[in-house]
């Protein structure tokens, strides 16, 4: 068995030479290992190609990326290697394009009558949208559309009123030239947030932990761009059984909903009103602090070298099994 290990570098940390040498170094602990860090979709081919008939064994590539080049959001990896029909980490191309865009995944989670807080999509600065911001009342959070990692989300995205909320939809216009997802803030009695990490395998394991927003710092609670890329999140153990079987079950049928494989992030909220899905994150963090590693750990007890092997294992027994 070959392992290539795609290594596309961003400001983010888990996705730092640091993260990447953490995951080459335990995939060498099971298997041969090939790295290739480039930006061009032919220089990958051909590398695939080598490690195919250098020895003529089976090749499972190890990606954790979206972009070879995130920069320029060029060379989609997931449709690539779908393309070359080479077995990888994750879901499928159309399970990532759904979790890419939170309009397409809470279209999919309301068909499926799983709770989402309530929102609208600004695509432009039109009056509508202050009656479809009434309609669903302040305070409300706005995103962009198409982006992961908390990237255009920073405290002042909670609006209050209609002169915040168009300034707001400018700036994700502006600086991510995609659509705004203007959603119903869950905040209030009761507010709680909560991240369940599902690792497929012959049996689910699930990470739930809470947001521990009280050892955070900043003036709101939320999971801002800032606060993931200066590793400021922190996380508390979940012990109440209702909410962990409440939270669990929503998160499977998330997970199944969208289509995904081998390992994702579910996020969560609630308050008096109830519990909303936020958002799938189809491919997580996998940097030593992030939720989904740390959870693992604290939870199962499983090592970092030990999740990217399990991980690895797991994709290859579904993919032989042609599932």
Known sequence: MEIALIKSYSNKPWRSPETYELIEDSLREKWRVRSIHTKNPQALYGFINRLKHEGGKQVFVFNIAEYLDEKNKTGFLPSLLEEWKVNHLGSSVKAIDIGLNKARTKEILDRCQIPTPRYFIATREDPENRIRAEKISYPLIVKPIEEGGHIGVREDSIVNDYAHLKDIINRVLA??????LVEEYITGKGMREFSVGIIEGKIRLFTPVEIDFESMDGNHEILSFESAK????RIKPLRDK?????????????????????????DLRMNHTGCYVIEINIMPGLGPHSFLPEAAKGIHA???NQLIQKLTENSLQRQINGK
């Open 175 to 180: 600086e991510h030239h995609q659509p705004a």
């Open 230 to 233: 200066k590793d400021l999140e």
């Open 242 to 266: 209702e909410i962990l079987d409440q939270i669990i079950d929503l998160s499977i049928k998330t997970f199944n909903a969208i289509g995904a494989n081998d390992y994702s992030r579910v």
């Open 302 to 304: 499983i090592e970092y």
